[in-house]
């Protein structure tokens, strides 16, 4: 049971660590403005995502099933390093969506003000020709 557990817990930071390099990806295709690229990898993300999710139920599950005597300090030690590598993977994946939220905030207002100038500029150019007809 215990060393299931065990397999379980590196299948799942295995995964975890996949979903942070994927939101990497994100971010880096965001700062590059490819849109696209940011579609898919957050599609396939999403994905991995599910999966942690899933190996991370059943890795709760099994540790809740565990019997305190089973449990030796290397065990102990291993459920503890879970934790932490949790942490610590789960806070390098929110900055990485901060900051790439961060690129997709920048360019919606570089859009916004684009859109805004060509906009503009149609109606001055509007009343360009206009005022040649007279």
Not at 6 to 17: G, P, V, Y
Not at 31 to 53: A, C, D, H, Q, W
Not at 77 to 106: A, H
Request: with cysteine; aromatic share 6%.
């Amino acid at each position: 049971m215990i060393e299931t557990l065990f397999e379980n817990i590196q299948k799942h930071l295995s995964m975890l660590d996949s979903a942070v390099l994927s939101s990497e990806k994100i971010k880096n295709f965001a700062k590059n403005e490819n849109l696209n690229g940011v579609v898919s990898e957050t599609e396939n993300r999403e994905r991995i995502v599910n999966i942690v999710t899933q190996i991370q139920r059943k890795v709760e599950e099994q540790i809740n099933l565990l019997d305190p005597s089973e449990i030796s300090n290397d065990g102990l030690l291993i459920l503890k390093t879970w934790f932490q590598d949790l942490n610590i993977l789960s806070e390098r994946m929110l900055s990485c969506d901060r900051q790439t939220v961060e690129y997709l905030g920048q360019q919606k207002e570089d859009t916004t003000k684009e859109i805004a100038m060509i906009y503009k500029n149609k109606e001055i150019f509007k009343s360009y020709n206009h005022e040649g007809k007279k």
